[in-house]
């Protein structure tokens, strides 16, 4: 019985790729449909293949238009979050001093609390404060929920990096500014890099929390929503094809670059 | 009279040593820390005292709310939405178990079996996290849609008669039934399985699986023995990351789900932006905060990983 052998030899390798499967389903499904030319209002069964979408992907009303908010307002949330977020890491991780257990309870817990209550008890402070709902609002309660995230990622990396190698530098008379500027950020910047991108990736296609403090505003994930409803273009579809192809595209030349580091290390 | 005062033990290697604070650096830690603190302090521990103090107000939108200390909204909201709650509790445990189990052998994969592919696979595990997951939740609406092949295979293996027996499913549909929400949930949440998992598995010494063959170890007992406990601490982290999410979503219910299918999420998202009763919405997010906070603790003193906090 080889072929009964063999197959529990590889079962964890069969099982494995049947959920990688699994997950990269949705991913295929939304680009064959990229090409498909519905009938009606919904892009949802298979009529006939199209080149449309992709030859016209703005083609949709303010759908381009809220790509960009959200496009800004991820790299703002990212600039923000990951300055807070490295300086609350270094603190942690490098200071002994009071209060220590408490921040990090109040860094742990947005990350322990399901995305809709946070996003109600912001939209309470709002309205009590009658703040105006829009791009400010959605702004702050990204930088909010991507701090904690950064703090993390950060924090892991600066945790094992030698502080001996910091006292050489400060041996060889380098200043506190450039010890920092020389030595400690280039260590930390791979663990800065990874909290960045992750709150990169967290504020761009962020949902529950905007969809409860945008007011009028109308994000990328904001308008595929309403378009659940109304009806939604192939564009869409276009879209989510080609966010999934720049994602492996930077993964891949990141980690050439990463490679190629090493191999000059060695 | 041999008293040797004995120096301690060298402890096990430890991480580098800490720099000693000098004197006058003592107030850079809170330096560093103010900004990011105080935006956490305004923006998400502030929030929750306003919320707590509207769950207890009576009134009106038209007339204003007033703090009346009105504690029976809670109740209220309590015996109107239990199904919810329930709901949302088990469409939760269910999706985590399902990534436990989907997920550890792909976790198991990349750590022990992947070789010049682990790079590969995992790119394809953490890819899908930047495309819109709003745009891949509504793929599930093709890909389990009522004539699709999916549903088909389903009917033809008489798997829809037993799901329908279960009260899985409703007639020969998947869609708007508990299996497209529990899929789509599963779906969404599995590579926060996937991940804590890969880095518990991949931290395990591989010798230690060479030292259980040597005794005549079965592949079998090795895991069950060996590998599963070690990666325990990725077992815990990744069940929190799923179910505490899971449990507050309300996208996979109004996506692929009904009106039977309705979470508490969706009741919270419906009273605050529909029907702006305030004081309700925010006794319903306390109760699932509480809920939630209360299951948790139980679960890690459970799992004995205190220290995973």
């Given at each position: 019985m080889p072929f009964v052998n063999w197959l529990k030899r590889n079962l964890v390798v069969i099982a494995g790729l049947l959920t990688l499967g699994y997950l990269l389903l949705p991913n295929v499904v939304v680009t064959v449909f990229s090409f498909n030319k519905p009938k009606g209002r919904f892009n949802y069964e298979w009529q006939q293949f199209s080149l449309d979408a992709w030859k016209d992907p703005c083609g949709v009303a303010d759908m381009c238009g809220s790509l960009s908010i959200s496009l800004q307002i991820a790299v703002w949330a990212t600039i923000g979050a990951t300055i807070l977020g490295t300086m609350i890491a270094f603190a942690l991780v490098r200071y002994r001093f009071r209060a220590r257990g408490a921040v990090n309870s109040l860094i742990f817990l947005p990350m322990a609390m399901p995305e809709v209550v946070m996003a109600a008890s912001l939209l309470t402070l709002f309205l009590n404060m009658g703040a105006q709902l829009g791009f400010w609002t959605i702004l702050i309660a990204h930088i909010m929920f991507c701090l904690s995230f950064v703090v993390t990622a950060v924090k892991a990396r600066v945790m094992s990096m030698d502080p001996r190698l910091e006292q050489a530098a400060q041996d060889l008379y380098a200043g506190p500014f450039q010890t920092f500027l020389r030595v400690t950020l280039p260590i930390a910047a791979p663990g800065i890099a990874a909290g960045a991108l992750l709150a990169f990736a967290l504020s761009f296609d962020d949902f529950i929390i905007t969809n409860f403090n945008a007011g009028s505003t109308v994000t990328f994930p904001m308008f595929v929503w309403g378009s659940a409803q109304r009806g939604t273009p192939v564009q869409i579809n276009v879209i989510g094809t080609t966010m999934f192809i720049v994602a492996v595209l930077f993964v891949l030349v990141s980690m050439a670059i990463g490679n190629r580091r090493n191999r000059q290390k060695a | 009279m041999a008293t040797v005062t004995e120096?301690?033990?060298?402890?096990?290697?430890?991480?580098?040593?800490?720099?000693?604070?000098?004197k006058r650096g003592r107030l850079v830690p809170y330096w560093l820390l103010l900004p990011g603190i105080l935006w956490l302090i305004v923006f998400f521990a502030l929030p929750m005292i306003y919320q707590a103090s509207t769950s207890v107000q009576t009134g009106s939108l038209e007339q204003g709310y007033k703090?009346?200390?009105?504690?029976a909204t809670y109740w209220d909201a309590l015996s109107e939405y239990w199904p919810q709650f329930l709901r949302s509790v088990a469409y939760a445990a269910a999706a985590t178990l399902l990534c436990l189990v989907l997920g550890y052998p792909l976790a198991y994969l990349i750590a022990f079996r992947a070789g010049r592919w682990r790079n590969l696979i995992m790119i394809l595990v953490i890819a899908?996290?930047?495309?819109s997951f709003l745009i891949r939740t509504l793929a599930w609406k093709t890909i389990l849609s009522d004539s699709g092949p999916v549903v088909s295979t389903l009917n033809t293996l008489h798997v829809l008669d037993v799901t329908n027996w279960l009260g899985w499913t409703a007639g020969d549909r998947v869609l708007a039934t508990p299996l497209a929400v529990v899929c789509g949930l599963t779906y969404n949440f599995l590579p926060f399985m996937i991940l804590p998992l890969y880095t518990s598995l991949e931290r395990i010494d591989g010798r230690l699986h060479e030292a259980a063959g040597d005794l005549y170890a079965k592949p079998i007992t090795t895991f069950r023995k060996v590998t599963f406990p070690l990666s325990m601490p990725g077992v815990v982290s990744g069940t929190l990351l799923t179910f505490i999410p899971a449990a507050g979503d309300y996208v996979n219910a109004d996506l692929l789900g009904s009106t039977d299918t309705r979470m508490v999420g969706n009741v919270i998202q419906t009273q605050f932006l529909?029907?702006?009763?305030y004081p309700t919405a925010a006794a319903l997010s306390f109760i699932l905060m509480a809920a939630i906070l209360f299951m948790v603790t139980v679960y890690i003193r459970k799992s004995g990983t205190e220290d995973l906090v």
């Open positions: - | 120096a301690p033990p060298p402890l096990a290697p430890t991480a580098p040593e800490q720099k000693p604070p000098r703090v009346t200390w009105h504690f899908p996290f930047f495309t529909r029907i702006l009763d």
